[in-house]
T-cell receptor, first 113, second 115 residues
Framework: GDSVTQMEGPVTLSEEAFLTINCTYTATGYPSLFWYVQYPGEGLQLLLKATKADDKGSNKGFEATYRKETTSFHLEKGSVQVSDSAVYFCALSDPTGGFKTIFGAGTRLFVKA | EAGVAQSPRYKIIEKRQSVAFWCNPISGHATLYWYQQILGQGPKLLIQFQNNGVVDDSQLPKDRFSAERLKGVDSTLKIQPAKLEDSAVYLC?????????????FGEGSRLTVL
């Protein structure tokens, strides 16, 4: 079945450092891919998405490119801020499966001032 | 636009007791999901509804968990009897009908502690 694997955390960075969180997926169809973020004390919210191969999703300085050849959707940000400290979840949604959405285990990011 | 509403936010019960969680999705969202998020893990899908029909409940422990969405709007998730391992945050999410990306909108969750 479909699955999502993302790098384990926690990831600790200094402010203005470059961030990469790796995510790979397995899917039988052509899923949409997502990054969701969970800030402390808040609910899950969509950060960015990509619906087809080579699409790049972007939001709040974060980017991720849908790479079908490597089945990856790595999250990147050029310069992190303390306010980016959160848990990041990679997810896929399979339209052929009624948009069943599968999440990775999450990666906690700590950004130090 | 109001978001996904869930209640209660917190619940503490003894093992073998029962508990129920309620969710009201965003108006007009036909698809509703219940996820279980154990501390340190990603959300695990329990059940997915399309209007008042079940699309997927393959990971719902049906011997103790039940869920309904009788009128295709709000939904209730019940656990009876609860076990220690049911301690988790129960997340409700909804999706607009006809959307082609599968983006989900989440409530703040209901945190269950089973003692």
């Amino acid at each position: 079945g479909d699955s999502v694997t993302q790098m384990e955390g926690p990831v600790t960075l200094s402010e203005e450092a470059f961030l990469t969180i790796n995510c790979t997926y397995t899917a039988t169809g052509y899923p949409s891919l997502f990054w969701y973020v969970q800030y402390p004390g808040e609910g899950l919210q969509l950060l960015l998405k990509a619906t087809k191969a080579d699409d790049k999703g972007s939001n709040k300085g974060f980017e991720a490119t849908y790479r079908k050849e490597t089945t990856s959707f790595h999250l990147e940000k050029g310069s992190v801020q303390v306010s980016d400290s959160a848990v990041y979840f990679c997810a896929l949604s399979d339209p052929t499966g009624g948009f069943k959405t599968i999440f990775g285990a999450g990666t906690r990011l700590f950004v130090k001032a | 636009e109001a978001g996904v509403a869930q209640s209660p936010r917190y619940k503490i019960i003894e093992k073998r007791q029962s508990v129920a969680f309620w969710c009201n999705p965003i108006s007009g969202h036909a698809t509703l999901y219940w996820y279980q998020q154990i501390l340190g893990q990603g959300p695990k899908l329990l059940i997915q509804f399309q209007n008042n029909g079940v699309v997927d409940d393959s990971q719902l422990p049906k011997d103790r968990f039940s869920a309904e969405r009788l009128k295709g709007v709000d939904s209730t998730l019940k656990i009876q009897p609860a076990k220690l391992e049911d301690s988790a945050v129960y997340l409700c999410a909804s999706r607009i009908a006809g959307g082609n990306t599968g983006e989900l909108f989440f409530g703040e969750g209901s945190r269950l502690t089973v003692l």
